[in-house]
């Protein structure tokens, strides 16, 4: 369940991250968007991984979904969504 | 390390199966493209000279006119084809120049679609996709390669301050379970790059709908689908202003893109609207000698180029793109890759199947016998042996079919006979002892990949070897008997030099599996 909840909820977060790295390099964002999907995979693979290595099932889980919640709301403080091709 | 440990077990159980359908189905698929040749079935009094390219694609667009909307033309000296999307029957419809009557009308004719079968089944595991907007099967493989990642960077931290010792230590000592365990660890260790490649390039592949759709949702908003497809479509569609053009013969479309770049080796021709002034031809290959080979000349109709896509002369996105397919298709360095990656697919499908029978063997080990190892043991052995006995009958059937009055029925035969071979060794695997059913399993398995070239050398003689995509197909079909005969070999060799696991051996009952010592 842990393991399964953790490759669920570090999806949303690999992309929301990924979305901020676009938003802070100075380069237009649909010029690289095949690297972000594949970054994207690599980093949600890893988050994956990280979530199983505490001893406890619960705090890594809050973690992640803390930080979806964080990187959701930094998210919104950038010009990204909505700015067109 | 201990979690790390569980980690990857549990990724690997629930991934397993799954990925040993993927291995040895894409381990044969690394030859597709000889494969569809191979499948064709061949007659000793074929005198017919079917119709060229430009007289096939003239009939295509007369007899179906949603081919004129987008199309796709497959250049082949003896039996050109065309693909396009019928939206009658909402699925994409071929037909090729030996398909169509001394009148020039279409008669669908049954042909085999082995090929496409493996290929299904090596990227969705066989399920059908009814039209909806995202596909089922490609996306669950795309979510098992999520998770097979994670799993091979949880072995690669398991295994990593031992590495060394490691990658010399195919020593079973006696110890049966060490043996899987090795070997487990040694495939892993020599092919962890291939692995690595196929995982995160399958889930680039089979994620893309979900990664597209949350990406739009989260972070760029709606506008990222059509940035998509400027970013990723060779030219924009057609916008017609209803000015019809004659097309020009496809021999000058070749000629021109070659022109524009003389080293593209053509595999294929996109026509989005056919006959329409503001139309566009898609001439799509390779140019040799790069990882991301692929390459594209856009010309309008009257033969003006359009766009020119090639290494050295495309944006960082078709850059990036081109090795995503060609490092997981291998097609990027010729005969020699290509047996590689057949040969590493095989071990995958190796990897995954000691993978199983270990974490089965130390759940056992842990907990006591019990029900549920001893179950998943035996799924295990029957999913592996009924992919692949059941491949061998799809590829017996693809070629007797045909020679037979139920030739009409080969495409759904070749499916039809490998499902029901995979329920029915699926549901023995569950009654029999697994060493007992291993042992038969691998008995007969290197006998069904051997009879294959037998059997199109006996119906089609020496066009079985004379041609080289057969010859190709037919050796690697050699290949995996040989390399069954290998793993049969060893693992009667571990028969009897060293005792087997407790669940090996028994029934699944109150009480068992029982110890061999207790049998």
């Known amino acids: 369940m842990r393991y399964f909840l953790g490759v669920l909820l570090s999806l949303p977060l690999s ?71 | 390390m201990r979690r790390m440990i569980d980690l990857h077990a549990w990724l690997g159980m629930a991934s397993g199966l799954a990925l040993f359908v993927a291995f040895f189905a894409g381990a044969i698929n690394v030859f597709h493209h000889e494969l569809h040749h191979w499948q064709e079935p061949h007659f000793a009094e074929q005198t017919a000279t079917p119709m060229g390219m430009d007289r096939l694609l003239e009939r295509v667009t007369e007899q179906y006119p949603d081919a004129r ?41 049954p042909r085999s679609a082995l090929a496409d079968f493996i290929n299904e089944l090596h990227f969705a595991l066989g399920i059908p996709n009814p039209g909806w907007p995202i596909n089922i099967g490609m996306t669950f493989m795309g979510l098992i390669s999520v998770m097979y990642g994670v799993a091979l960077f949880s072995g690669l931290l398991i295994h ?13 000592e006696g110890n049966m379970r060490r043996y899987w365990k090795n070997l487990h660890n040694v495939i892993g260790i020599i092919s962890f790059p291939f692995h690595l490649i196929m995982s995160v390039t399958g889930a680039a592949m089979g994620m ?64 989005r609207g056919y006959g329409d002034a503001a139309g566009w031809i898609d001439v799509a290959g390779s140019v040799p000698g790069y990882v991301g080979h692929h390459a594209h000349v856009v010309l309008d109709p009257t033969l003006g180029p359009l ?33 590689l990656y057949f040969l590493l697919g095989l071990l995958g499908s190796l990897l995954f199947v000691s993978g199983n029978i270990l974490w089965c063997e130390r759940r056992s080990d842990r907990t006591g016998p019990g029900r ?29 079919l045909p020679h037979t009055p139920l030739s009409g029925l080969v495409a759904l035969a070749e499916r039809g006979v490998f499902a029901v071979i995979l329920v029915l060794l699926v549901a023995w695997s569950l009654r029999a002892s697994p060493l007992r059913f291993s042992s038969q399993m691998l008995r007969v398995a290197p006998f069904c990949y051997l009879s294959i070239p037998l059997l199109q050398t006996v119906l089609e003689g020496s066009h079985a070897w004379l041609e080289a995509d057969n010859r190709l197909i037919n050796l690697v ?18 028969i009897r030099q060293a005792e087997p696991h407790p669940l090996w051996v028994g029934k699944v009952s109150e009480g068992d599996p029982r110890h061999l010592t207790d049998t």
């Open chain 1, 15 to 85: 992309l929301m991250l990924i979305g901020l790295l676009a938003a802070a390099l100075p380069m237009p964002w649909q010029g690289w968007l095949v690297l972000q999907l594949i970054a994207a995979i690599v980093l949600w693979m890893l988050l994956a991984l990280l979530v199983a290595l505490p001893a406890k099932t619960w705090p890594p889980l809050i973690a992640l979904v803390v930080g979806n919640l964080a990187a959701w709301l930094v998210l919104q403080a950038t010009p990204l969504y909505g700015v067109g091709a």
């Open chain 2, 69 to 109: 909307k987008r199309l796709y033309l497959l250049p082949d000296d003896d039996d050109p084809g065309v693909m396009w999307f019928e939206s009658a029957d909402s699925d994409w419809v071929t037909a090729h120049a030996t398909d169509f009557n001394a009148e020039g009308v279409h008669e669908a004719t």
């Open chain 2, 160 to 172: 990593w301050p031992k590495i060394r010792k490691e990658f010399f230590a195919l020593k079973h």
């Open chain 2, 208 to 271: 893309f709908t979900v990664v597209a759709v949350l990406l739009g949702a989260l972070v760029f908003g709606p506008q990222l689908r059509g940035v998509i497809t400027e970013q990723t479509e060779v030219w924009s569609a057609v916008e017609s202003q209803g000015n019809t053009v004659i097309m020009p013969h496809m021999g000058d479309v070749l000629s021109a893109a070659r022109n524009e770049l003389p080293e593209l080796t053509v595999d294929w021709l996109e026509i």
């Open chain 2, 307 to 339: 766009r020119v896509i090639a290494p050295g002369q495309r944006s960082l996105n078709f850059a990036s793109l081109s090795p995503v397919y060609s490092l997981h298709f291998g097609d990027y360095g010729g005969l020699l890759v290509k047996l």
């Open chain 2, 372 to 400: 549920s190892s001893a179950f998943l043991l035996r799924l295990t052995l029957g999913v592996c042996a009924g992919v692949v006995v059941g491949l061998a009958f799809s590829f017996l059937v693809s070629k007797l």
């Open chain 2, 477 to 494: 079909l050699l290949a995996v008997a040989a390399c069954l005969w290998v793993v049969r070999r060893q693992f009667r060799k571990r």
